[in-house]
């Protein structure tokens, strides 16, 4: 049996430890699995928190401060993310991940204390610094880990823990609301972060470096990737009415618009938690299967293109349908629609700077994520 055992082991690469490091992937999968469920129990109430404790001395109106430390937040992670990537070069994975609860539980704690919309604005972006430098550390230690050979499943894993994390943490923190209200939740979410520091510290090996950075393709520097790929029309295209519009409606609609929407129907905090909870209960199961569909069919264009309209015409199920069913099967469909978004938008995206043979792979993949990160930071305020 313990023969048996250890042959499973190898062959799905359990507990795979890196010769001489003792390293293994659980190391951080753990860790950063407990964190992330702590930054996702804020989510299915954050615009009606914010509304609670607007007041005529906020910075803006109502409606714009709803979703404004949405946008925030993911502005910080978009513009501190760079510089976190360098922080682990020089200072390591482990120390990185430690460092970064400090932001991330002041800004917990600064939502606790806060007793206006600009205090939670603020506390919302401090939280997005620690967010963006663990996520970071935790990434690079599992790249450092993994052999080539196994890196893909890495990466895989680490979506997943983001993705399983959100779906609990929107759930349980919708309950956790409806039970206790909304400051407490912040004080739990201190509590699970804390703990998250502490296996982090007992789990993560300090001998672990990041993973050397890919070089850019010879002769081409960020700035000339920019460029080549702005005269790019399909890229452009692509990131301009499909990278952008995809990520507009998920913080937008997702994360704005169906709590409040919601809350306006009466819905328990609860119901809105799990309504939310739904979008990623959906995208896990579907988005491989989706993504085996569009390498069957070799479209991927053409997939993520009637995915993004099919995205936008699913909220027309909510025209003059005033309930919380009609949401619920809205935030359904459009779960189904972005699954055959994920992961044939990379392709797709890939196979159109495939045009701009001086651009490399890692240069093209960097700046459409920043581009998704636009539509992420625009999506609220719109």
Request: proline share 5%.
């Amino acid at each position: 049996a313990r023969a048996r055992l250890a042959a499973f082991a190898e062959r799905h690469a359990i507990f795979a430890r890196e010769e001489g490091r003792g390293a293994s992937i659980m190391d951080a999968r753990i860790p950063l699995f407990v964190f992330c469920f702590a930054e996702e129990l804020q989510k299915s109430f954050l615009p009606l928190f914010v509304g609670e404790y607007h007041g005529p001395d906020d910075w803006f109106a109502r409606d714009i401060m709803l979703g404004l430390p949405i946008s925030c937040f993911m502005f910080v992670i978009a513009a501190f993310t760079p510089f976190a990537g360098k922080f682990v070069d020089r200072f390591g994975a482990k120390r990185l991940f430690l460092a970064g609860l400090v932001p991330a539980i002041a800004g917990y704690l600064g939502c606790f204390l806060a007793q206006s919309a600009n205090d939670i604005v603020v506390a919302r972006s401090v939280t997005a610094v620690g967010y963006a430098i663990i996520t970071i550390s935790a990434q690079s230690y599992i790249a450092a880990v993994l052999t080539k050979e196994n890196r893909a499943r890495g990466m895989a894993i680490f979506v997943g823990v983001l993705m399983t994390a959100t779906m609990c943490g929107t759930a349980i923190g919708a309950i956790l609301a409806d039970w206790l209200g909304y400051k407490p939740v912040f004080l739990i979410a201190t509590f699970f972060a804390v703990v998250a520091g502490a296996l982090g510290y007992a789990m993560l090996s300090g001998g672990v470096e990041s993973a050397p950075a890919a070089k850019p393709a010879s002769g081409t520097k960020p700035r000339g990737a920019f460029a080549s790929l702005a005269r790019n029309s399909q890229f452009v295209l692509i990131v301009l009415f499909i990278a952008i519009p995809a990520k507009v409606i998920l913080t937008g609609f997702l994360y704005l618009f169906v709590p409040v929407y919601l809350a306006s129907l009466d819905a328990s905090q609860s119901e809105i938690g799990r309504i939310m909870m739904m979008y990623s209960l959906i995208i896990i199961p579907i988005s491989p299967l989706a993504a085996r569909f569009a390498d069957q069919i070799g479209k991927n264009v053409w997939v993520v293109i009637f995915a993004t309209i099919a995205s936008g015409l699913v909220l027309l199920g909510l025209y003059q349908s005033p309930t919380v069913a009609a949401v619920l099967a809205v935030v359904a469909a459009l779960g189904v629609a972005h699954a055959f978004i994920k992961a044939p938008l990379i392709v797709a995206a890939m196979e159109a700077a495939e045009a701009s043979p001086d651009v490399s792979r890692t240069g093209a993949m960097a700046i459409l994520r920043t581009s998704e990160r636009i539509g992420s930071v625009l999506g609220p305020v719109m």
